[in-house]
């Protein structure tokens, strides 16, 4: 690379900086910049003038047709997507490797082709043959999808309008690159100028583009900034490789809502959208063992159920252990500490192990409640009621407090035939046929849960 055309990228924040150094001055990330060629040409728009052929357009003269939409037919994938996939538009989907990426691309590109909507796959990873093997082990009538093994960019956009494909699939983003940069596929700078080419392509001829996006080390897609802010929507799968479920989740979607998750199960024939998603991570409770408790937490507008189990033993020499799987370990620290003050339980000399069953990860205070209540649970030996919920956030002071959206919860857990819930006693809101357990404090439900 010669001297004098390169910028150096932060791959966490986009940031450039002029020189090299350990720690990006933007962002305050580590080990983070990479060397990146500047473009070889430099483009038209950077030499703007006043005059301009564009025209402005007043808002009540566009008509409002509605959004068109091509539904896959894969019920969780459309959910997600909002209603399915809108022409013209850019969908990421990222996630680790193995997690099932390209199974999703293929299924999804086979059931649009069985209604006619033409596709492309792109393969950058894999040989036509192989993608063939997929496809056959699927078991998913994909015999029309045009595939493509290409990783130059110039020539998949070439393939693409000459087949005036409807969905271009490119799996993946990070093992195309064009001809116009420099440096190697997968850099920051090709990556990003793949993803904005390809916005342009989809914008000015319509198809709609799915991209495959590798997730990094640090949980990021290949500068997760970069890339998020220039595509419509962006979907990470999620899920732990070892169990059977998936979680596909919209992080950012300018066609549908936000948090919205969809649930599959990977099969032997591929991936299966869950029929009953709320319930998905409760199968398989054991419901006369102590330390477990069910909550429910909110996925965009979707209530899910999940269950906490929890684990205390006496501890052996030296400090106690505390190992939380699935949620903040100094959020159960911090639950830990109030209800060994504020409850009476002594954990001192206790090791404490917590987990979320089925891969999930606690972000919500609400689920307080019933991480305590599955402490209190494990402490005394004794199993909490098998159709109660617990729903509450908890304050330092031992204090219960209400939750958001606690009927569309409440309603839930009742068709998944919970009885009755636990809850702030200053909750507002119906709870339909459930008997309501209101508590202050966490005494109360230390006493309740005793008695
Ligand atoms: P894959 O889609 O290749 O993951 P990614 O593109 O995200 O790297 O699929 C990964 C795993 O899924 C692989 O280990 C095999 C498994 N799998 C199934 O269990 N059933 C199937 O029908 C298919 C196609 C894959
Ligand atoms: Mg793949």
Redesign the pocket.
């Known amino acids: 690379m010669s001297k004098g055309k390169s910028v150096f990228r932060c791959t966490e924040c986009g940031a450039d900086q002029p020189k090299w150094g350990g720690k990006c001055d933007a962002c305050g990330a580590w080990n983070s910049l990479i060397e990146e060629p500047i473009r070889r040409t430099v483009g038209r728009s950077d030499r703007r003038s006043v005059s301009s052929d564009s025209q402005t357009v007043r808002l009540s003269d566009i008509g409002t047709t509605p959004l068109q939409r091509w539904r896959t037919g894969l019920a969780e994938f459309d959910f997600v997507l909002g209603g399915g996939i809108v022409p013209g538009s850019v969908v990421l989907v990222g ?1 680790e ?8 691309l293929m299924q999804c590109a086979a059931r649009l082709e069985s209604q006619g909507v033409s596709t492309l796959y792109v393969s950058g990873e894999e040989s036509p043959d192989q993608l063939r093997l ?1 496809a056959d ?2 078991q998913e009538d994909a015999g029309g999808i045009h595939v493509l093994g290409e990783t130059r960019l110039e020539s998949i956009l070439h393939h693409a309008a000459q087949l005036k494909s409807s969905v271009v699939l490119l799996d993946s983003v990070q093992t195309t690159y064009t001809e116009e940069l420099e440096g190697a596929p997968g850099n920051v700078g090709q990556v990003r100028e793949c993803a904005a080419r390809l916005m342009r392509f989809a914008k000015e001829s319509g198809p709609a583009v799915v991209l ?1 996006g590798h997730v990094t080390k640090g949980g990021g897609i290949a500068g997760p900034k970069t890339l998020e802010h220039i595509v419509d929507t962006v979907l990470y ?1 999620e899920g732990e490789t070892t169990l059977d479920h998936r979680i596909l989740r919209a992080v950012k979607n300018r066609f549908g809502s936000v948090d919205e998750i969809g649930v599959f199960r ?5 991936l299966e959208p869950v029929a009953n998603p709320a319930a998905a991570f409760l199968a398989g409770r054991s419901t006369g063992a102590s330390g477990s408790a069910v909550t429910a937490l909110m996925e965009g507008t979707r209530p899910m159920l999940v269950e906490i189990q929890a684990l205390a033993s006496k501890a052996g020499f030296g400090t106690p252990q505390r190992v939380a799987t699935g949620l903040d370990h100094r959020r159960l620290a911090l639950l830990l500490a109030v209800l060994e003050r504020r409850g009476g339980l002594p954990f001192g000399n206790l090791d404490v192990f917590v987990n979320v069953t089925g891969g999930v990860r606690l972000i919500e205070p609400s689920t307080d409640l019933a991480i305590l209540a599955a402490l209190v649970s494990t402490v005394h030996d004794r199993p909490v009621p098998a159709d109660a919920l617990f729903l509450g956030e908890v304050g330092l002071g031992g204090e219960i407090r209400p939750v958001a959206g606690v009927e569309r919860r409440l309603a839930e857990a009742a068709r998944q035939g919970f009885r009755r819930v636990f809850l702030s006693a200053r909750s507002r809101g119906a709870a339909g046929e459930l008997e309501v357990i209101g508590l202050e404090g966490i005494g109360e439900l230390t006493r309740r849960l005793a008695a």
Do not use: A, D
């Not at 490797?97 to 999703?104: A, F, H, Q, V, Y």
């Not at 990977?266 to 591929?270: A, K, S």
């Open positions: 996630g490797p193995g997690i099932g990426k390209s199974t999703l997929r082990r699927l495959v799968f990977m099969t032997g024939t591929g």
